[in-house]
């Protein structure tokens, strides 16, 4: 027996690959199927099952596609209507793969169909868990994005605190969790930087596992401080649930190269959103007008998810070379399978052909602490639980997930210094701000991260909350 863990830290993910005497399981894939097909063939394993934990939210899962590649069977547990074919499970049913045996836990509570897979190895010995998004690493799954139920989240809350003692709890200690979410992810709140752990010391650790926690005040904790969930969670279930075009084609049609002509009629034309995908310095330095910033290198899919708010909203990419694919496919897994085509030699090839460019004005913390005035406005687009951690004195909380909603209530005549924690989304921040005409901005490179270790008066912390790298 073998367990692959499939790590996407982008999506804060984790796909599992298990293999055992010629067969193979794939559990939680991702919309790109090559990974799982490419690791079958290498271990000359046959793919036999796609255990799906519930409807993803966060991301579209590769399911179909692998089914329809391998001959696989889709199995979701209890509750899991589809608009396809799946092999749906009962609370208790158990599956072979080579040796080992896979048996269904239904686990509802995050959603109604959410199910636990528990694997038993050859002796008759529970070895690990994949747990979905019902139970994390120190936390567990929200309760609040059934699609179209009659049930509120207080009722899905204690759903997930009895599935959680009934099902999870009375395991081994030894038992491994795999989950399938870590830090980053908006499917819980105070999710752990590990992805692998023992269920014994999550009972240790974990504050939904405490033994002496009731069911109305574990309903309290889990659903104190749940911000809104992301626009694009809703939609992605649901592709999930009904099903979606295949991701082959979705590549095919969007990693087009396209000169600056073809590029500029085509966003004319489809009134398609210019994103570029590039490192932010070099955003603030040069880019097309009125294109939006989200860098591969950050958190880029959430965050298109988050801002971008039509699924079939037509796209065009700015990326750095041969790195159109990977932005198609990343664009792909949250569900916006609408990109027409890169600008095939960057903005080198936009600037031969003599068309303009834009900049935005970014400006290091210790240059921003020499020309503050007390009357300067200053934009914090960290989460609201960062900035009630510590902040700059003055500084007006403006989150970047809300910032579409919050717009309004700032002023196109003013002059606003931008920053986050690190520098990646403040200009995410700002380049959406100057498209939709706000043109006085500096963005501060560095956010807070490089501010503290100015002389400019900050709260007092408040408390421990981790603080966001980028």
């Known amino acids: 027996m073998n367990i692959e863990q499939i790590y996407t830290g982008c999506l804060a993910q984790g796909a599992y690959f298990i293999v055992s005497e010629g067969e193979a399981a794939i559990i939680d894939p991702l919309r790109e199927t090559k990974p799982y097909v ?73 959603t109604p169909e959410s199910v636990t897979y528990l694997l038993i190895d050859e002796n008759g010995k529970n070895h690990a868990i994949f747990t979905g998004d019902t139970l994390f690493l120190g936390d567990v799954g929200r309760p609040d994005l059934a699609i179209k139920q009659d049930l509120t989240k207080e009722d899905l809350a204690g759903m997930l605190y009895d599935s959680l003692r009934e099902k999870i709890m009375p395991l081994e200690d030894d038992v491994i969790v795999y989950p399938a979410h870590g830090a ?22 974990n504050y939904a596992l405490r033994p002496d926690l009731s069911k109305s005040a574990f309903i309290r904790e889990v659903l104190d401080g749940i911000l809104p969930p992301p626009q694009y969670f809703a939609k992605n279930a649901q592709l999930n649930k009904e099903g979606y075009t295949d991701f082959d084609t979705i590549l095919q049609r969007g990693n087009i190269p396209l000169d600056a002509e073809e590029f ?38 959430p965050w298109v998810g988050a801002l971008i708010k039509d ?33 095939n030699g960057g903005l080198t090839a936009w600037k031969d052909s003599g068309r303009e460019t834009a900049s935005i004005r ?21 989460k609201p639980g960062e900035f009630s951690a510590e902040h700059l ?35 995410i921040a700002a380049s959406i701000l100057k498209a939709r005409g706000f043109n006085k901005l500096t963005d501060i490179a560095g956010g807070y991260k490089d501010l503290k270790e100015t002389n400019l008066k900050r709260t007092d912390k408040v408390c421990a909350s981790e603080q966001s790298r980028i």
């Open 311 to 343: 699924l079939k909203q037509p796209i065009l990419l700015i990326a750095p070379e041969g790195k159109s694919a990977e932005a198609v496919t990343r664009l792909s897994r949250v569900g916006y399978d609408n990109t027409l085509g890169y600008l």
């Open 393 to 427: 004195e003055k500084a007006i909380s403006f989150p970047l997930d809300f910032l579409n909603e919050e717009m309004e209530k700032i002023d196109l005549k003013e002059h606003y210094y931008i920053h986050c924690a690190g520098g990646y989304r403040s200009v």
């Open 184 to 205: 980053g992810s908006a499917c819980g709140k105070n999710l752990s930087k590990e992805t692998v752990d023992t269920l014994g010391n999550q009972k240790k650790t």
């Open 362 to 382: 970014s400006i290091a913390a210790k240059d921003f602490e020499e020309e503050y005035l007390a009357e300067h406005k200053v934009l914090d687009v960290r």
């Open 264 to 301: 500029e009629a085509l966003a004319n034309h489809e009134g398609a959103l210019v994103l570029d995908v590039r490192p932010q310095q070099d955003f603030v330095k040069e880019h097309i007008p009125n294109s939006i910033f989200i860098g591969l290198n950050g958190s880029f899919a």
């Open 38 to 110: 490419e690791r079958a063939e290498k271990e000359g394993a046959t793919i036999k099952y796609i255990f799906e934990t519930h409807f993803h939210a966060d991301f579209v899962s590769g399911h179909l596609d692998l089914a329809k590649k391998t001959g696989a069977t889709i199995v979701f547990g209890p509750n899991a209507e589809t608009g396809y074919d799946i092999h749906q499970a009962y609370d208790g049913e158990t599956f072979k793969v080579g040796k080992v045996t896979i048996k269904v836990l239904h686990t509802p509570g995050h």
